[in-house]
T-cell receptor, first 114, second 113 residues
Framework: KAGVTQTPRYLIKTRGQQVTLSCSPI?????VSWYQQTPGQGLQFLFE???????NKGNFPGRFSGRQFSNSRSEMNVSTLELGDSALYLC?????????????FGEGSRLTVL | SQKIEQNSEALNIQEGKTATLTCNYT??????LQWYRQDPGRGPVFLLL?????KEKRKERLKVTFDTTLKQSLFHITASQPADSATYLC????????????FGTGTRLTVIP
C-alpha cells in the first residue's frame, strides 16, 4: 500500500507570491490533516479535512487555506507569502475522523520563502 | 498557557544503554499520548500510543509510561543502537472532537557506538 504522497518536495518562492501544496492520502483514508513544522515552534496544526469538509482549523491567519476533493486528496494554499512561512509542511492521513490513533505522515513539502 | 516540554533538545547515549526521554505538559487534558520518531528530512513515524487510563505500554525495545497526576510521559529505548538515533516527538490528543494533535518540539537522540 502506498504511503502518503506530498508534492512538491521542495520549492522556493519569494515574498508576496502564493503556493499550493498537494497531498494524496493512503488509499482508504478519508481524514487528512496539515501541519507546519519549524525549528522554533515544532509541529503546529493547520487544519483537518474529512469528506471534503474542513472540520478543524488551527491558529493560523486566513492566508492559509485548504480543501479536500472527493477522492480524499487535499491541497493547501498559502497566499501573500511571508519570510516566516518558510517551513516543512506535513500532511497526515488516518482512516476516518473518529478513529483515534496514529497519523500517517508524508515526507513533507519544504517551502523556502526569499 | 499550554505547554508541552520534552526534557532536552538533544540527548547523547552510549550504545547498549537505556535512553529515557521525558514529555511534560501543562494545561492540557490528554485522553491519549503518542510518540513519534522523525529522521532528518522525513515525516514523523508513529511508534506508540498510550491512553490516560493506561500506566505503561511496551513494544519490542520501547516502553512508554503515562502519569496523569505528574502530567508526564516517559519514553524508554532499551539496548539502544546507533540506528535509534533520531528526533523523538511526543503528541497529545485531547479527544475533544477537534482531532488534532499537539506536539512537543522533540528530543534529538544520538546513540554513540
Amino acid at each position: 500500500k502506498a504511503g502518503v504522497t506530498q508534492t512538491p518536495r521542495y520549492l522556493i518562492k519569494t515574498r508576496g507570491q502564493q503556493v499550493t501544496l498537494s497531498c494524496s492520502p493512503i488509499s482508504g483514508h478519508r481524514s487528512v490533516s496539515w501541519y507546519q513544522q519549524t525549528p522554533g515552534q515544532g509541529l503546529q496544526f493547520l487544519f483537518e479535512y474529512f469528506s471534503e469538509t474542513q472540520r478543524n482549523k488551527g491558529n493560523f491567519p486566513g492566508r492559509f487555506s485548504g480543501r479536500q476533493f472527493s477522492n480524499s486528496r487535499s491541497e493547501m494554499n498559502v497566499s501573500t507569502l511571508e519570510l516566516g512561512d518558510s517551513a516543512l509542511y506535513l500532511c497526515a492521513s488516518k482512516p476516518w475522523v473518529q478513529n483515534t490513533g496514529e497519523l500517517f505522515f508524508g515526507e513533507g513539502s519544504r517551502l523556502t520563502v526569499l | 498557557s499550554q505547554k508541552i516540554e520534552q526534557n532536552s533538545e538533544a540527548l547523547n547515549i552510549q550504545e547498549g544503554k537505556t535512553a529515557t526521554l521525558t514529555c511534560n505538559y501543562t494545561n492540557y487534558s490528554p485522553a491519549y499520548l503518542q510518540w513519534y520518531r522523525q529522521d532528518p528530512g522525513r515525516g514523523p513515524v508513529f511508534l506508540l500510543l498510550i491512553r490516560e487510563n493506561e500506566k505503561e505500554k511496551r513494544k519490542e525495545r520501547l516502553k512508554v509510561t503515562f502519569d496523569t497526576t505528574l502530567k508526564q510521559s516517559l519514553f524508554h529505548i532499551t539496548a539502544s543502537q546507533p540506528a535509534d538515533s533520531a528526533t523523538y516527538l511526543c503528541a497529545l490528543d485531547e479527544e475533544t472532537g477537534a482531532n488534532n494533535l499537539f506536539f512537543g518540539t522533540g528530543t534529538r537522540l544520538t546513540v554513540i557506538p
